[in-house]
């Protein structure tokens, strides 16, 4: 480049298009901001609401208490203990399923007709509407035993869960660089090896935000239950029986004319919101100790 060429003014076509792109630039930048202040805004917003309404009705019979007649002082222990047990044998029957099915679609599956087919399965579950969920599972489990159970209500639970938990862990394991692979592979280890203790290992954090996802997608569930497990206003731990939740006793008790029931259903919604939140805290906090 001549001297020349350096010392040439710039020309008017040239400053327009400067000043252009930093107009475009700010013009994104302030976009992103305010799209990035109406989101936290409605969040804040949602979760002030389950806070100022739901705080006052917290007490210990809420918790020792199973659900009763209005203006009996019942309480939410039994929708509680029923929600702790539904989800947590979803995830348990779930998470395994998805896990090794996203594994085997990113890792050996390739663009194989199989893997073709069991991903656009896993897509269509993902974008289903969970009432059909409910439908199905109340045709083949529920209508042929002749009787709700939460047996049933975990296992529509757990359909609802494995397809986020099938996308997200395909997703972060492609993520993972090939130079990791071809480094355990070069030393010799089988190819389970490398999947297992390079693969997954490095994609953990992903893989544990889809799990996450799927638990705060399936402890707010209402219409699946509806057809599966009911509700029971008695405390009951037998899986076989119809058996209550906190997502059913919030739409049970949000639509009803007592107040004690509205309370209710406000506080609940607020528990099932304070316990993903926690959920994820603990489990960020734990991973990033972890790398440390």
């Not at 395994?96 to 390739?110: K, N, Q």
């Not at 709700?148 to 494995?162: C, H, K, N, T």
């Not at 996802?213 to 239950?225: H, K, Q, S």
């Not at 058996?243 to 008790?253: N, T």
Request: with cysteine; net charge positive; hydrophobic share 50%.
């Amino acid at each position: 480049m001549s001297p020349q060429s350096l010392t040439r003014p710039v020309s008017g076509k040239s400053r327009s298009r400067a000043v252009q792109r930093r107009v475009m630039d700010h013009l994104a930048t302030g976009m992103s901001l305010c799209a990035t202040f109406i989101v936290v805004f409605v969040l804040g917003s949602i979760l002030w609401t389950l806070i100022k309404n739901g705080l006052p009705g917290l007490s210990l019979t809420l918790f020792t208490h199973s659900m009763g007649a209005p203006g009996a002082g019942g309480g939410l222990a039994n929708a509680i203990v029923g929600s702790l047990l539904q989800t947590g044998l979803a995830i348990l029957l779930g998470a395994p399923a998805g896990l090794l099915t996203g594994i085997y679609l990113a890792e050996y599956g390739a663009d194989s007709a199989l893997a073709r087919t069991v991903r656009f399965v896993s897509d269509m579950l993902l974008s289903a509407p969970s009432i059909l969920i409910g439908l199905f599972i109340y045709m083949v489990l529920v209508a042929p035993l002749g009787h709700f159970s939460g047996y049933a209500g975990s296992v529509a639970l757990a359909i609802l869960a494995m397809p986020i938990m099938v996308r997200t862990t395909e997703d972060m394991l492609r993520l993972v660089p090939v130079a990791m692979r071809e480094a355990g592979i070069a030393l010799g280890a089988p190819k389970w090896r490398v999947t297992l203790f390079i693969c997954v290992r490095a994609a953990r954090g992903g893989i544990m935000t889809g799990v996450l996802l799927a638990i705060a997608r399936v402890a707010g569930e209402t219409a699946p239950l509806l057809f599966t497990s009911l509700g029971n206003s008695e405390w009951s731990l037998d899986m076989q029986r119809p058996m209550a939740s906190l997502p059913v006793a919030i739409y049970q008790y949000a639509g009803s004319a007592y107040q004690d029931w509205m309370q209710q259903a406000w506080t609940g919604a607020l528990l099932v919101t304070m316990g993903v939140l926690i959920i994820n805290i603990v489990v960020r906090v734990g991973i990033r100790g972890g790398r440390t």
